[in-house]
Nanobody
C-alpha cells in the first residue's frame, strides 16, 4: 500500500535551514507529481510547493519563493524540501502528498504523518 514518511523536521532559530525528506513506497514514484503542504498551530492546511513527476516543473507559495526549494530523486523514491532563511511563521507540521497524475497541478491524495518544524529564538 501507499506509504509516505516525512523526516528532517526539528527546531531551528530564525534565519536557519532545514531539509525535509519524504520517503515514498507502494506506488510508482516517478509517475506522479508530489507536493508539500503545512499546517500551522490552530490553522488549516496550506499548500507550500509542488513538483511534477519528471522534476522539471515546480510551483511555490509566494511567501516561500526564493527561500524553499523542492526536489526529488526518482531513483531513491524520495522527495525533498530545502528550507532556508526560515521565519517563525514557517512553524508548522509539514506533510508530503502523492499526486493523482504527473502534472504539477494534479489533485493530491495519500498524505504522510507529517514532521514538525519549529522556528523560534
Amino acid at each position: 500500500q501507499v506509504s509516505l514518511v516525512e523526516s528532517g523536521g526539528g527546531w531551528v532559530q530564525p534565519g536557519g535551514s532545514l531539509r525535509l525528506s519524504c520517503a515514498a513506497s507502494g506506488f510508482t514514484f516517478s509517475d506522479v507529481a508530489m507536493t508539500w503542504v503545512r499546517q500551522a498551530p490552530g490553522k488549516g492546511l496550506e499548500w507550500v510547493s509542488a513538483m511534477n513527476n519528471g522534476g522539471d516543473s515546480t510551483e511555490y507559495l509566494d511567501s516561500v519563493k526564493d527561500r524553499f526549494t523542492i526536489s526529488r530523486d526518482n531513483a531513491k523514491n524520495t522527495l525533498y524540501l530545502q528550507m532556508n532563511s526560515l521565519k517563525p511563521e514557517d512553524t508548522a507540521v509539514y506533510y508530503c502528498a502523492k499526486g493523482r497524475t504527473g502534472s504539477v497541478y494534479a489533485a493530491y491524495e495519500y498524505w504522510g504523518q507529517g514532521t514538525q518544524v519549529t522556528v523560534s529564538s
